[in-house]
């Protein structure tokens, strides 16, 4: 019986993803930059051409997840939004350029977000 359990945990251990990347736009005020949004075990990376526009997030790091549509996701963080807007927290928007936002990659985030 401790055989079988410890196969099964194996194989859904070994079958589990470690973690999904899209090719993403995100918008700012004036323009917009586009990058890899990736999702992994440990943490949220955004990378793109513009370094300073670039962050990477651990999940106790994001308060939410924001799933807009199928092809729109939204995190929200606790970085700083700055000083004129004291008190408030950075959200990004992300468009996916590739693939969509579907239940798996649903339970995925829902499994590390730390709320």
Same mark, same amino acid.
């Not at 973690?19 to 993403?24: P, R």
């Not at 807009?68 to 807007?85: D, L, P």
């Given at each position: 019986?401790?055989?079988?359990?410890?196969?099964?945990?194996?194989?859904?251990?070994?079958?589990?993803?470690?973690?999904?990347?899209?090719?993403?736009?995100?918008?700012?005020?004036?323009?917009?930059?586009?990058?890899?949004? *990736?999702?992994?075990?440990?943490?949220?990376? +955004?990378? *793109?051409?513009?370094?300073?526009?670039?962050?990477?997030?651990? +999940?106790? %790091?994001?308060?939410?997840?924001? !799933?807009?549509?199928?092809?729109? !996701?939204? !995190?929200?963080?606790?970085?700083?939004?700055?000083?004129?807007?004291?008190?408030?927290?950075?959200?990004?928007?992300?468009?996916?350029? %590739?693939?969509?936002?579907?239940?798996? !990659? +649903?339970?995925?985030?829902?499994?590390?977000?730390?709320?």
């Amino acid at each position: 019986m401790k055989l079988l359990l410890l196969l099964l945990w194996v194989f859904q251990a070994g079958s589990a993803p470690e973690g999904y990347t899209f090719n993403v736009r995100h918008d700012h005020a004036f323009g917009a930059c586009h990058g890899r949004l *990736t999702f992994g075990e440990k943490s949220v990376q +955004y990378a *793109t051409e513009h370094e300073e526009h670039d962050r990477e997030w651990s +999940y106790p %790091d994001v308060e939410s997840f924001e !799933i807009v549509s199928t092809g729109e !996701i939204r !995190i929200h963080t606790y970085e700083s939004a700055g000083v004129f807007k004291l008190g408030s927290d950075r959200a990004f928007t992300f468009q996916l350029e %590739d693939g969509l936002v579907d239940a798996e !990659i +649903y339970r995925f985030l829902q499994a590390r977000s730390p709320r």
